[in-house]
């Protein structure tokens, strides 16, 4: 196989991963989420780019200003390669080398310009941008630069600053730099410019204006560079002072709008509670209620509340919003958020917090939240008992609860007098379905919530299943070695379970019941077979399967699965120490496995024979080699062994 057929491989396989991730424009964080399939989180606008043809000369170019960014090569260089990227991503980490390698193949014909777009699901990539800022300012930009890249795993802001000793930066400047947030801004700037010309993952890559995907093979930049050159090179022979300037000067400036995604119009009216507990904003008496299920850490709902200021401001008097948490899985401070909000409410200020928690999404840790607390003017220690409260995390759960039950699974959702609207819809649609609905509000006689209770009593009371995808042929068998995995159950066993699973997916820790009854239920009978998965957006995943791997070296592979599983929430490198000692294992060892990498290789060769047998996502299972995909009951599995323990007798 090729290097580039590896590649494009095994990016398509990360990407796979990520089907679940939002997609692009109307829907909204995790909008094909669903309880049962492996997990493979919703697309987010912003995703790893996905490698494409090359454009050639006569495609579209585009006229994205260098600005003030950090550039290296000469500024008379007839190339420019115009990079969008972020140090948390694993593909921009690749395309390094092949950027390093061009400009020593093409030395003083390339210049490589560096702008930022940290992605929403890399929780460290945008304080590496402020970093890489902050080391600017000292002279140090592409010092910064190599270190992050070369330390991908490692970001946290002990991290940032260690690096920032070993540059020789002063750190009391580098430190004022990051807590101030001091190019913040710059980097806000560089992500929308990323958007305006369609660079929604990264790396995006354009070379004089022609955009390319993804992390390409260099042959794929040198087929741009080589088509670009003569007439780059006789711009500048021409005496043109920048040639970038002249060769996009007639260049788009934006990228064209994608084409909106069209869904099923759903006419349903459901029989949906408003909530005991939920923020109301409006008049009480409105002939029109919008029940929104929304996520603090959603860059779609945050998109959307424009749109609800708009619909407020258009029907005024005749429109009231209800606000229902529905903190998504992969969004971790999400239901923190939820529980500030909730907190906030108790003390009469749910919408100015709302209004916080949305304006800076990008911090919502323990910390950030207390500080929009006192902005706000909250009382703290009525705030943290509110927080700590079991009542405010049942809230949470009955929001999530309903939003389910009515196939509101991703974020925003909305329910307007009844009817679902999903996803950070245009204000044209949610105008079009109040209009349709105002007149028939308007001559029930009734208002507020006895109207509201009129229009939808005779409602859905929970939406239909999702159709299910189009299965693969149940009868495959795939061939699937158990090789050096860790089992459980009688080696002799007619039933080979192989699990292919990761630790921080919460569907892995879902399904781990079934297991269990699965092995009571067929003892002696079944074994299962445990390889490891890790998911690469899954930042804590990797080095978790290498815990429990130095564990399973000192003869407790499953004991420390089970802490793993039991503490998914706990998994950084300090929480896995305590586990080993808590378990009883030499910690010098364990430590030294984990500095070493010494199981990395094993946990590689786990996910290449995911890659072969089709497993994208996690859990994914193969009972004597047919395959089983996600969290499902126990019954589905049950069907599965039955059938080839009747092929044995």
């Given at each position: ?26 829907a909204g964080c995790g909008q094909k989420e669903e309880a049962k399939p492996a997990e493979q989180p919703a697309k987010e606008e912003a995703k790893p780019a996905q490698p494409t043809p090359p454009a050639k000369p006569g495609e579209e170019r585009y006229k994205i ?264 899985p992969f969004h971790k401070d999400a239901t923190p958020a939820a529980k500030a909000a909730i907190a906030a409410q108790a003390q009469g200020k749910f919408w100015e917090m709302h209004a916080k928690l949305f304006a800076d999404r990008k911090d919502l840790s323990e ?266 009951p126990v019954e589905n599995f049950k069907k599965l062994i039955d059938e080839e323990l009747a092929k044995k007798k």
């Amino acid at each position: 196989m090729t290097n580039r057929s590896v590649l494009i491989k095994g990016f398509i396989f990360a990407l796979a991963a990520l089907a679940l991730l939002l997609i692009v424009g109307l829907a909204g964080c995790g909008q094909k989420e669903e309880a049962k399939p492996a997990e493979q989180p919703a697309k987010e606008e912003a995703k790893p780019a996905q490698p494409t043809p090359p454009a050639k000369p006569g495609e579209e170019r585009y006229k994205i200003p260098v600005g003030d960014s950090y550039a290296k090569g000469p500024n008379s260089a007839p190339i420019t390669i115009i990079i969008f990227s972020e140090f948390q991503c694993p593909f921009c980490s690749r395309v390094k080398p092949t950027v390093e390698q061009l400009v020593k193949d093409y030395p003083d014909k390339v210049r490589v310009v560096f702008k930022h777009n940290p992605l929403p699901f890399h929780k460290d990539a945008f304080p590496a941008s402020e970093a890489a800022f902050a080391a600017g300012e000292q002279g140090k930009f592409w010092e910064m630069h190599d270190k992050l890249f070369d330390n991908q795993k490692a970001l946290t802001r002990p991290d940032l600053e260690k690096y920032a000793q070993e540059l020789g930066l002063d750190m009391d400047k580098f430190k004022k730099a990051l807590d101030e947030g001091v190019f913040k801004a710059r980097i806000e700037a560089d992500q929308k410019l990323a958007n305006q010309f369609a660079a929604r993952g990264t790396p995006h890559i354009f070379i004089n204006g022609l955009r390319l995907r993804g992390a390409q093979p260099i042959e794929k930049f040198k087929e741009i560079i080589d088509a670009e050159l003569p007439k780059a090179e006789e711009i500048a022979k021409s005496g043109a002072a920048d040639v970038y300037a002249e060769i996009t000067k007639s260049a788009l400036d934006k990228a064209a709008e994608p084409e909106p995604q069209k869904r099923p119009e759903d006419n349903s009216v459901y029989k949906i509670s408003v909530g005991a507990k939920s923020a109301m904003k409006g008049d009480k008496d409105a002939l029109i209620t919008i029940i929104e299920f929304s996520d603090f850490q959603c860059p779609f709902c945050e998109r959307v509340e424009k749109t609800i200021d708009q619909v407020m401001e258009e029907y005024k008097g005749k429109v009231r919003i209800y606000f229902r948490h529905n903190p998504l899985p992969f969004h971790k401070d999400a239901t923190p958020a939820a529980k500030a909000a909730i907190a906030a409410q108790a003390q009469g200020k749910f919408w100015e917090m709302h209004a916080k928690l949305f304006a800076d999404r990008k911090d919502l840790s323990e910390a950030g939240l207390e500080a929009k607390a006192k902005e706000i003017g909250l009382n703290l220690d009525k705030y943290k008992k509110v927080i700590k409260d079991q009542a405010t995390e049942d809230q949470i759960k009955a929001d999530m609860e309903e939003a389910k039950n009515f196939g509101a699974r991703g974020t925003p959702a909305f329910f307007i007098n009844g009817r679902k609207l999903t996803g950070a819809q245009p204000f044209e649609n949610f105008k079009k379905l109040i209009d349709e609905l105002l007149p028939a509000a308007e001559k029930a006689g009734k208002k507020g919530d006895a109207l509201y209770e009129e229009l939808t009593k005779n409602g859905l009371t929970k939406a239909e299943a999702p159709q299910a995808p189009q299965a693969e042929d149940p009868n495959k068998v795939y061939d699937v070695q158990i090789g050096n995995s860790y089992v459980k159950g009688d080696k002799s066993a007619p039933i080979t379970i192989v699990e292919f699973s990761e630790f921080q997916c919460p569907f892995c820790k879902r399904v781990g019941p079934t297991l269990e009854q699965i092995m009571n239920d067929y003892k002696g009978k079944v074994k299962i077979a445990f390889k490891h998965a890790p998911l690469p957006f899954h930042q804590d995943a990797q080095l978790a399967s290498e815990a429990a791997l130095a564990a399973g070296e000192q003869g407790k592979f499953w004991e420390m699965h089970d802490k793993l599983f039991a503490n998914q929430q706990a998994l950084k490198r300090e929480n896995l120490e305590a586990y080993a000692k808590e378990i009883g294992l030499n910690m010098d060892k364990f430590k030294k496995a984990l500095d070493s990498g010494a199981f990395k290789a094993q946990i590689d060769e786990d996910k290449k024979a995911a890659e072969a047998a089709g497993a994208r996502g996690t859990p994914t299972f193969f009972v004597n080699g047919r395959k089983i995909v996600g969290a499902q009951p126990v019954e589905n599995f049950k069907k599965l062994i039955d059938e080839e323990l009747a092929k044995k007798k």
